[in-house]
């Protein structure tokens, strides 16, 4: 690592912008694991009643190995899906750092089936958390996290299994705090997250949430994160980067980026920087795949405000978006009389777009019990579409990649 890139610093940073420190390269990456000032800059957030302080940028154990040691020197300090971690895989800068410097989250899924399909059972959950922190060593787990959530408002009242086994595991110091990632459950007849995350958040124990959100997303969502902020229930925005991974990879967007409107900012920083600018949203989890992605999140997460060129970006990129890229309102599915899970289809597209994860949106789509195929074109849906997606042909499309 030369001198000068060791240097590149905050002040650095902020000279060139978000996407002039990306356009640094490869070869120029500021050490952020050796750099003090950089390390220091990722904002912290209160994670609602949990009482913890969480960096802005939430870590998730898929991030690669060389770049989790990076990221924990900026200053992410919570770790999302941490239960994959085992005494061998967990990373050496978690494992060396201090146990109680850093922030585990243990997912707990459904049993026997996906989360539509499966069920809620309390000795199963209690025992999953207990063998994974028996692989990992890890000591306890500071977040149990129910992954999908409830169906219903209804299911919360009549079924604690989850509840229960998050209390079990507490009274045995194994797990801290509870939290939940909600999901929509329109086309099951269930609530929408936004309903059951204002439930949960006047009946504990529920102290965090995550649930999707990105620019032009309904506005029940942001309404939420500030009824969330109030209750001090903390919020996690997750799918955040609604068509960002797409337009990345889309030659004609790319080359409307050189128009001087849209210069020292990028679709990327953008979001984020209209993200962070949510006082009451207390961060984010970022699929991330390299240090080049993450340094870019991290320089938009340390700016200070959006500007006009920020602006600009996410005007061109919600453009971009309109008829293409699903915002996972699940607006749609209220009016299909196939009860077709149409936003949980086109999130598996945006697995394969945004994320170029292709293998996992194959798999997710296999799980369905209702595929795309289901579509009988009767049109229903299309005018409830905030993005004026031709929702009948981008199901036979994602079909064509997924099925
Ligand atoms: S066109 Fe297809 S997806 Fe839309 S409402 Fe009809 S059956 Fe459902
Ligand atoms: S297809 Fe349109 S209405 Fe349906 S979830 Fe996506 S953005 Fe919302």
Redesign the pocket.
Known sequence: MSHDAQDLSRRDMMRLGATGVAAAGVASLPAMAEDEKAASTLPKRRYGRTGLEIGWLIGASDWTNELIPRAVAAGVNYWHKAQRWTAETMPRALKNAPRESYYLECVVDRVNGNHERGQIDEEKHYQFVKSCLKASGVGYYDVFKFHFGYHSIDEIKTNPGMVKAFERLKKEGLVKHLAISQHHYNNIGGNMAWEILEYLADHRPYEATQFFYTYNDRKEIGEWIDIAKKKDVATIAMKSMGGVGRAANDRKFQALLSDEKYKGSSPAAAMVKWLKSNPNLTGAVIATKNFDQFRENAAAATSLAMTDQDHAMLALLADYNKGLTCLLCAD?VN??????A?SDIFRYDRYAHDYHELNRARSEYSTLAKN?T?????????PACPQEID??AK?KDVHDLLG
């Open positions: 749609c009016h299909c009389p196939e009860h077709i149409i795309a289901t579509c009988v074109s009767c049109g229903d849906c299309l929702i009948i199901l």
